[in-house]
């Protein structure tokens, strides 16, 4: 070790500090520093205290030295961070500062690799140094909350480049991100127990009212300064205990959305929307529906719109973003035990139509997406997630009259059906499964589609079978471009050919197309009456676009199977799709001698 640190001393000396040798030998000599430390990663903490007495001598020369150093495969010692954190305190343009903030962004902060100790200590410095900072610019008369909005505005940009003030800033929070600070990005335990309110996980936290290292960021956190509210949040109770998230912490998340973060938000939220499984009715806390709703319209500002219009892209970021944090939080609820998969989708799915117009907002409808693409195959989350939008649609469609026979009988003419969502979101497909789902359900589970059948097997035209069934069943009927069948069909031809819930569409459209009256006719069965839905010239043009994009479908998947992909599931799709061509094809499956 002791030439070790003899050759490393030598080599340091005649790249960085002679000056009649450096700058023929600059390159070379960081070239083999880094060869060594390579080898030998403990000689990162040696080089450490030598640049702690030469930095004042060599000045920007240590930026281009550590830059090249292995700083992945360090583990320092306390007294190589306390070196580290004095010269994060030196003025932004200084070596010391640079040098700092090159070292501590190319360390390993992989959970593990590092104690803990030194993730809540490196976010501790690194908040004092931004608020310093803060305070530095505030004193020289622009008012702080000012600059916290517009250093964060600015740190948010993509672009690297930039100001000393603006690289600052960013890097700040780029660092906070890279630590693992909160109790629930730690292990799958801690967020068990997190979530299970143990008591013991929460003596590990830094108390938000007590403990004299935070002192300072707590403060500056009260005062509203953005990255001491996220400190304090990753740290303290009032970002772990739901009781304080609602008293203290979404207050603190306000602060952080409303200065431009929107990425810290969402990785906050990752953390502290579960937390919201301990008391449900805590989900319409107005902060909480604040928050939300800022998120998912940051993607509405006329640039987005315009910039969405001009390259068709969507999601948007931030909504892009939101989708991730989703996918985070119920990717956990598979390896826990405090509370499942269902109880996640559930809360999710109040989360977010709780938001004002949420049924209109392509955004909040992406997210719901997500989550219902969870529910899908999961045989508990299905019928819990099918329950909560049969019980919307349910709501949507409730009588409000006061009672009394003239009462119900006035209600069908003056109040109409209501959807819980409109057609036209073919992208949002296990969404529109859910809605359409708990739609045919309702008027299943109404008897409406059965008296529609019933009236239309008598010869009646649809308009005049959806009055009559309305009348039987007391309920008021959709208008006849509103029918749950025609929905299925429309959805059918409206998503993707390999979207995993195509085939779903087009079964459920066949199963009311092929319904059948369930009384007998002098003991006979009666025809299906499936073609009376697409009488006249209108319904019949929209009878041959069905047949076409069903034969589109089959195009589709026969195609699949002379390329490279795997030719099983296409193959038993595009058997599946002949199947619903031949139904919708031969008219002798509507004949009542077909049994």
């Not at 004002?356 to 693409?373: A, F, G, K, R």
Request: a negative charge.
């Amino acid at each position: 070790d002791i030439f070790i640190k003899r050759a490393v001393m030598d080599l340091f000396y005649i790249g960085f500090v002679s000056e009649s040798t450096r700058d023929a030998n600059c390159k070379n000599c960081r070239d083999l520093l880094s060869m060594v430390c390579q080898q030998h990663p403990f000689i990162l903490s040696h080089l450490i205290q030598i640049l702690k007495l030469k930095i004042g001598d060599i000045g920007k020369l240590s930026t281009y030295l550590v830059q090249e150093m292995p700083w992945t495969n360090w583990k320092p010692l306390g007294e190589d961070l306390e070196v580290l954190f004095k010269w994060l305190k030196c003025p932004i343009s200084s070596a010391e500062n640079t040098s700092t903030r090159i070292v501590l962004s190319k360390m390993n902060w992989v959970l593990g690799y590092l104690p803990k100790e030194d993730h809540i200590a490196t976010a501790i410095v690194v908040a004092e140094a931004f608020i310093d900072y803060s305070t530095e610019i505030s004193s020289q008369g622009i008012v702080n909350t000012s600059v916290n909005t517009m250093s964060n505005l600015a740190m948010a940009t993509i672009s690297t480049s930039g100001s000393l003030e603006t690289q600052f800033c960013k890097w700040c929070w780029e660092m906070m991100s890279k630590l693992r600070l909160h109790m629930m990005d730690q292990s799958l335990n801690e967020y068990d127990l997190i979530l299970s309110g143990n008591p013991d996980i929460f003596k590990q936290l830094q108390d938000f009212d007590l403990s004299q290292p935070i002192e300072r960021v707590v403060s500056a956190a009260v005062s509203k300064n953005a990255i001491a509210c996220y400190t304090v949040l990753m740290l303290t109770q009032v970002g772990h205990s739901l009781p304080e998230v609602l008293e203290r912490g979404l207050g603190f998340v306000k602060v952080i959305l409303d200065s431009g973060r929107f990425d810290h938000t969402m990785e906050l939220l990752s953390y502290l929307l579960p937390l919201f499984l301990i008391d449900n009715s805590a989900v319409d806390h107005g902060q909480l529906i604040y928050i939300l709703s800022r998120l998912v319209n940051a993607d509405q500002t006329y640039l987005s719109l315009a910039k969405t219009i001009i390259t068709g892209m969507f999601p948007g970021p931030v909504t892009k973003e939101m989708g991730n944090m989703l996918h985070r939080i119920i990717s956990n609820f598979d390896n826990i035990s405090s509370f499942s998969r269902k109880d996640i989708l559930e809360l999710l799915t109040r989360m977010l139509t709780s938001i004002s117009n949420w049924s209109t907002n392509t955004s909040v409808l992406y997210l719901l997406d997500v989550v219902c693409s969870y529910a899908f195959n999961n045989k508990v989350c299905y019928w819990s997630i099918l329950k909560f939008y049969e019980d919307l649609h349910e709501q949507n469609n409730k009588k409000t009259s006061s009672g009394g026979i003239f009462s119900i009988f006035s209600s069908l003419g003056s109040q109409s059906h209501n959807l819980t969502l409109s057609s036209g979101y073919p992208q949002f497909g296990f969404l529109l499964f859910f809605v359409l789902q708990a739609e045919d359900n309702y008027m299943q589970k109404t008897g409406l589609w059965r008296a529609i059948i019933g009236e239309l097997s008598s010869e009646k035209t649809l308009e005049e079978a959806l009055a009559e069934a309305g009348k039987k069943t007391e309920v008021n009927p959709p208008s006849s471009s509103q029918l749950i069948i025609y929905r299925w069909a429309q959805q059918g031809m409206d998503i993707r050919h390999d979207h995993p819930a195509s085939f779903v569409f087009w079964q459920r459209f066949f199963v009311l197309y092929l319904s059948r009256p369930a009384e007998l006719v002098n003991g006979q069965e009666v025809s299906g009456v499936g073609m009376k839905f697409f009488s006249g010239m209108i319904n019949s043009l929209y009878y041959s676009k069905i047949k076409a994009s069903i034969k589109s479908s089959i195009d589709f998947f026969e195609k699949q199977l002379s390329g490279d992909s795997v030719s099983g599931k296409y193959e038993d799709l595009s058997k599946l799709f002949r199947t619903y061509y031949i139904w919708i094809d031969d008219p002798k499956l509507m004949d009542s001698s077909l049994y």
